[in-house]
């Protein structure tokens, strides 16, 4: 059906596969900011396909007024845009309506992808991609961002470890270990969002929101590798959080 309909126009996307079947999801709403129109119509079609609500945008300026006015729950980003790329677009978001955004491109740099994740996006695709593997990426950054962490209480728990938020206590094996204020913190933000990359700045932003002191952001190494010593079963072979390469650190959103 795809490739009949789009007469192989649509560059850097797979379609020689199999359409997904339809199964019940909750009606969360996607934008797609996307100015090849064939691009945003064949995504827009396997986001429907699999129960969301799927509206696009074929430029930056559009796309921003269409996210502000009806707040969706997941944008899906273009960068190269015409009249506002998705760098702005991006940036904007992230200072007004806090949007998840998922960075489409067909530039699969390094300094890319650091950039994007840096701006506040959840994830990165570089095309070529497969429509079925994207909306796999929106199903999972929705599963970890729609619910605000500052409003959920509780216990966040994964494996050994054990987050109390309404005691704020850490237990690993179910005994109590000591925490520092910014070691809470810092383990309550990256266990709240599993598997979201968060860059060093972000997370100096959660350890010091309001400009409380000037740091700098090895100072988030230092509070990781005490952290660690405290919850991994090898300091040196971490597997609750993850080092990201030349962006952060995220926690692990796979089971032990």
Same mark, same amino acid.
């Given at each position: ?5 789009? +007469? ?5 996307l ?35 396909? +699999? ?14 007024k ?12 273009d ?8 760098? +702005? ?6 200072q ?23 701006? =506040? ?59 520092? &204020? ?12 599993p ?42 072979? &971490? ?8 962006? =952060? ?8």
């Amino acid at each position: 059906m795809g490739e009949k309909c789009l +007469e192989g126009k649509v560059i850097g996307l797979v379609i020689n596969e199999e359409m997904p079947s339809k199964h019940t999801t909750s009606k969360k709403r996607i934008l797609i900011i996307e100015d090849d129109h064939n691009t945003a119509a064949l995504i827009a079609l396997y986001l429907k396909r +699999e129960g969301f609500d799927a509206k696009t945008a074929n430029d930056g300026q559009a796309g921003l007024k269409t996210a502000q006015k009806e707040v969706p729950d997941l944008v899906i980003l273009d960068l190269m845009l015409p009249k506002l790329d998705g760098w +702005e677009v991006c940036r904007r978001l992230q200072q007004q309506v806090k949007i998840p955004v998922i960075m489409l491109t067909a530039r699969g740099e390094e300094i890319d992808r650091v950039a994007g994740l840096t701006l =506040g996006a959840d994830d990165y695709v570089v095309k070529p991609f497969s429509p079925r593997e994207l909306v796999a990426r929106v199903k999972a950054v929705l599963r970890r961002t729609l619910r605000d962490p500052d409003d959920r209480q509780g216990i966040l728990s994964h494996g050994a470890v054990k987050l109390d938020l309404d005691k704020r206590r850490l237990l690993v094996n179910d005994r109590p270990v000591p925490a520092t &204020p910014h070691e809470y913190a810092l383990l309550k933000a990256l266990m709240s969002r599993p598997g979201r990359i968060f860059t060093r700045d972000e997370l100096l932003e959660k350890l010091y929101p309001k400009g409380e002191a000037t740091v700098i952001d090895r100072v988030v190494d230092v509070h990781v590798g005490k952290l660690r010593q405290k919850i991994e079963p090898d300091p040196a072979r &971490p597997i609750h959080i993850l080092t990201v390469r030349g962006v =952060g650190y995220q926690f692990s959103d796979t089971p032990d």
